[in-house]
């Protein structure tokens, strides 16, 4: 097995599937399915969800509002999908706790790390919702961070594409990809992987990403086995 404790981040439209807005409980379930088959194959697991899907913080000044409360809210939407994305896996019998940034006690626990590493520890999955509490900062900061934190082995970058290209391999079809990237040669491409903060905080920390298609059923535990699938950024 090649990674003992990863951080998968999902975008929040990732858990949209086929439908315009909000949440498809097929795409719940599948992931909960992926992530119930690493955990046993004995991988400790953390997740960072986005919330795009519900609200983006980065278009709340477009909508007229204020940027910080803007990007509370969307701070808000991560800890919806973290509980929709907790009852899919508490449902195929994962035990899960969601741990938030800032206090909502009804809901979720406080993020502490000693505690997030306890839970690991014991094998249960943590969600890490609400980024970082902070507004300004993304989900891959928050993502990024958080891997640090918990002493992770790598970030797990779940998307819809099998990796990184030359350009969008959805409106290009001559775009290639890359099987492997280093920090400095993704900035110097401009690659578009993560926001800087949270690639600069992976590169000081020599924090591997890997980028691949996490849609397609059963790719998830074929990395955990060390299949050479995605884009590996290290």
Do not use: W
């Not at 999908?81 to 809901?107: D, H, Y």
């Amino acid at each position: 097995m090649k990674y003992k404790r990863i951080l998968l981040k999902l975008s929040g439209e990732s858990l949209m599937g086929s439908k315009q807005f909000g949440i498809d409980p097929i795409m719940v379930k599948q992931y909960a399915e992926d992530i119930k088959e690493i955990i046993g194959l004995g991988v400790e697991v953390a997740i960072v969800i986005g919330g795009g899907n519900i609200f983006r913080g980065m278009d709340a000044e477009e909508n007229g509002l204020d940027k910080v409360q803007g990007d509370y809210m969307g701070m808000l939407a991560t800890v919806i999908n973290g509980m929709a994305l907790q009852s899919g896996l508490e449902k195929t019998g994962v035990i899960t706790r969601l741990m938030t940034a800032f206090e909502i006690k009804e809901v979720a626990e406080p993020y502490i790390r000693r505690r997030a590493m306890r839970h690991l520890e014991k094998n249960r999955v943590i969600i890490f919702g609400a980024g970082t509490g902070n507004p300004y900062f993304t989900t891959d900061t928050a993502a990024a961070l958080r891997a640090i934190e918990i002493e992770a082995d790598v970030i797990l970058k779940g998307t819809r594409v099998d990796g990184i290209y030359t350009a969008d391999p959805e409106k290009d079809p001559s775009a290639t990809k890359y099987n492997h990237l280093s920090f400095s040669e993704a900035l110097e491409k401009r690659l578009n992987i993560m926001d800087l903060t949270a690639f600069t905080l992976c590169q000081e920390n020599k924090l591997p990403i890997i980028v691949f298609d996490m849609n397609s059923r059963g790719n998830l535990s074929k990395l955990i086995r060390g299949e050479d699938l995605g884009t590996y950024v290290s």
